[in-house]
């Protein structure tokens, strides 16, 4: 059921790499909750061409962009005010890539160079996005910005390896410069720390599916869909949630604050099933 939520929002959505992705999602919910928007994602991941399915769908515009880029970026954001008609009321920052979790290295032997680039690609890339606005006076007043993150910049999962400090500085850049954008244009920055979800990005964790199942039977919830997520963006995008800034607002079905489940503890074998 869509609540015309964000109707008249012009807004950015970065990630969607295919059907699985979270900001796939997110843009359906957009487009049924009656925003208009830019998809955006690297030029080298649009070469299946599965994006140009979901703009069809949603009736929005591709900007190509690698969010390392400032040049690139700059363009981004020049080019969505022109398609959009005027400044934009909403960024989606779903974007993600660790090169030592895609080639297994374990936490101890991190590659620095990978580590490097991990960085500047899952969170720098977020300061340089809200950086790049801020300097063109890009975003309305109230705007909404939300970033992606996991758990793990809290506490410790071995397998998220380099990811886990790499989220730490994401949600730390989320807090700092919702303080600076907040003050000047009363812009929003929060993350939401989303449950295992079955996408490119995920499944490539090594143990994913396992790691999965059990924070599903943690959570008393259980696990949050890349749908479920993309409810609760559209609410942080929308004015209900205006006065909400500098947050790691957790999207985890409980998880989070689950020290154990009656469920691990039975397949554990440690206690019996009632
Ligand atoms: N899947 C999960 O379990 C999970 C859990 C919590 C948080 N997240 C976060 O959600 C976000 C979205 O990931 P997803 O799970 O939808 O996976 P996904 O693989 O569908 O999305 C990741 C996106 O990042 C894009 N990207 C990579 N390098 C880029 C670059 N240089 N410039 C622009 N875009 C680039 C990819 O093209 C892709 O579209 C990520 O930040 C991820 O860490 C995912």
């Not at 998809?39 to 969010?67: F, H, Q, Y």
């Not at 199942?213 to 963006?233: F, M």
């Amino acid at each position: 059921m869509a609540y015309n939520l964000l109707k008249g929002k012009r807004g950015i959505i970065t990630g969607a790499l295919d059907s699985n992705s979270i900001a796939w999602k997110v843009a359906e919910k957009a487009h049924e909750e009656g925003a208009t928007f830019v998809l955006t994602n690297a030029p080298i991941a649009m070469r299946m061409g599965e994006i140009n399915g979901l703009a069809e769908k949603t009736n929005s515009k591709i900007v190509p962009a690698d969010a390392t880029s400032v040049e690139e970026l700059t363009n981004l954001f020049t080019q969505s005010q022109e398609i959009l008609g005027g400044k934009i009321d909403f960024v989606l920052h779903s974007i993600g890539m660790s090169v030592n979790i895609r080639k297994k290295i374990a936490y101890p032997e991190l590659n620095y160079d990978y580590y490097a680039k991990g960085v500047d690609v899952s969170a720098m890339s977020l300061h340089k996005m809200l950086s790049v606005a801020y300097k063109m006076d890009a975003l309305n007043d109230h705007a909404s910005v939300v970033a992606l993150t996991y758990a793990a910049a809290q506490r410790t999962f071995p397998f998220y390896t380099d990811m886990a400090d790499i989220k730490a500085l994401l949600e730390s850049i989320a807090r700092s410069f919702g303080y600076h954008y907040g003050l000047r244009n009363k812009v929003r920055v929060n993350t939401v720390s989303q449950s295992p979800t079955k996408t490119t990005a995920g499944t490539g964790i090594k143990g994913f599916g396992d790691f999965f199942d059990y924070a599903d039977a943690i959570a008393p919830l259980g696990n949050a869909t890349a749908e479920d997520c993309a409810n609760y963006c559209v609410t942080l995008f929308s004015d209900l949630t205006k006065m909400v800034t500098m947050q790691n607002l957790f999207h985890d079905g409980g998880y989070s604050t689950t020290g154990v489940s009656d469920l691990i503890m039975q397949k554990a074998g440690i206690t019996e099933g009632e």
